[in-house]
């Protein structure tokens, strides 16, 4: 199925009957397995992941490297376009308790409950980078630019080399987190690296840095030259 990322990342539904609507137009129900990919940005695909993880879907894999991989290891294409068969869904069920709203942030700023981290470039989490009327980053907020997780050829690192990132990031899987990032997407691919790594309490600020630095009772932090 081709999942428009791009179109739900526009506005995100914000009732579960919305989002039974939305799934049902694609064919998946909460029971639905399915298997996410896009093309060698990793990006797409995760938020697609994530988006399903939140509209209640169980079971969502992610086919690591995309397409190119899939072709680089034989596995069989094809190029007629394939169209969903709508189903009706019954009871909606969405887990809210993947998504993190700005008040609920403002509250880890004040008391420290979470880890907050940080996937936008280096640029943008100094301030360097203009992308909101305010520019820099969440209070607290750890910098771990979402390439990090992802070897030469765009595939996730192994486990040994994500457990040693988090670890040198001084990151605690056992500990609740919030990632975020300008709009979802890059945050989406720390929200899977850490659940990759056994992360049982992770929050993606989908609205991110396009809300939290453009609002106006929200604080911002730029690192001391």
Known sequence: IRL??????????????????RLGQIGVTSDTPAVVYGGADVRDATRAWWLLKYAGVEEVKLLNGGLPAWEKADGPTETRANTARPVEIGKPVVRSGRLAEKKDVLDIVKDKSAQILDARSEGEYCGTSETAKRNGHIPGAIAIEWTELLDKDKKFKSAQDLQKLFADKNVDLDKPVVTYCQSGGRAAVLAFGLELMGAKNVRNYYKSWSEWGNADDTPVEVPKK
């Open 4 to 21: 428009p990322t791009g179109e739900w990342s526009k506005a995100v539904p914000d009732t579960p009957e919305a989002w039974a609507k």
